[in-house]
């Protein structure tokens, strides 16, 4: 059974930190990466057009905060609540069988997810907290707008 690959040859790629093992082909340096370690591509510089690979998702971060706009405190309030928009969403988890399971999040829901989660990326113009990419399985529900 082969497994599709949503890369392609001259993509840019955002992989994990620690991932991918080092060789050398011709004399030029590559890395070699399994698909499960690419995060998503990336068209361009901002990180806000990055298109989430498998099941990630594209949060531009909330500034943390400890309770809702209705006032029920929220857990780890001393650290603030991971909150966010969803600002895309990668084509879903690859079932065995073939085919893909699709993430029932929407782009542009607010969600509350899993702390310390994801990988974070600086901040930009378009989203002043940052941006983190996370797997659908972190997120732990959407937030009903206020």
């Given at each position: 059974?082969?497994?599709?690959?949503?890369?392609?040859?001259?993509?840019?790629?955002?992989?994990?930190?620690?991932?991918?093992?080092?060789?050398?082909?011709?004399?030029?340096?590559?890395?070699?990466?399994?698909?499960?370690?690419?995060?998503?591509?990336?068209?361009?510089d901002?990180?806000?057009?990055?298109?989430?690979?498998?099941?990630?998702?594209?949060?531009?971060?909330?500034?943390?905060?400890?309770?809702t706009?209705?006032?029920?405190?929220?857990?780890?309030?001393?650290?603030?609540?991971?909150?966010?928009?969803?600002?895309?969403?990668?084509?879903?988890?690859?079932?065995?069988?073939?085919?893909r399971?699709?993430?029932?999040?929407?782009?542009?829901?607010?969600?509350?997810?899993?702390?310390?989660?994801?990988?974070?990326?600086?901040?930009?113009?378009?989203?002043?907290?940052?941006?983190?990419?996370?797997?659908?399985?972190?997120?732990?529900?959407?937030?009903?707008?206020?």
């Amino acid at each position: 059974m082969t497994t599709p690959v949503d890369v392609r040859v001259g993509d840019r790629v955002v992989y994990s930190k620690y991932a991918g093992t080092e060789v050398t082909v011709g004399g030029s340096a590559q890395l070699v990466l399994k698909a499960e370690d690419v995060v998503g591509t990336l068209e361009g510089d901002a990180f806000g057009a990055l298109k989430p690979y498998g099941d990630r998702l594209l949060v531009a971060k909330a500034a943390l905060g400890s309770k809702t706009s209705g006032g029920i405190l929220l857990p780890g309030a001393g650290e603030g609540t991971p909150t966010g928009r969803v600002c895309a969403v990668g084509p879903g988890k690859l079932r065995e069988e073939g085919g893909r399971e699709a993430i029932p999040i929407p782009v542009g829901a607010s969600i509350l997810y899993t702390q310390y989660a994801g990988l974070e990326f600086e901040a930009d113009d378009a989203a002043p907290a940052g941006y983190v990419v996370l797997r659908s399985d972190d997120v732990i529900c959407m937030l009903a707008k206020a």
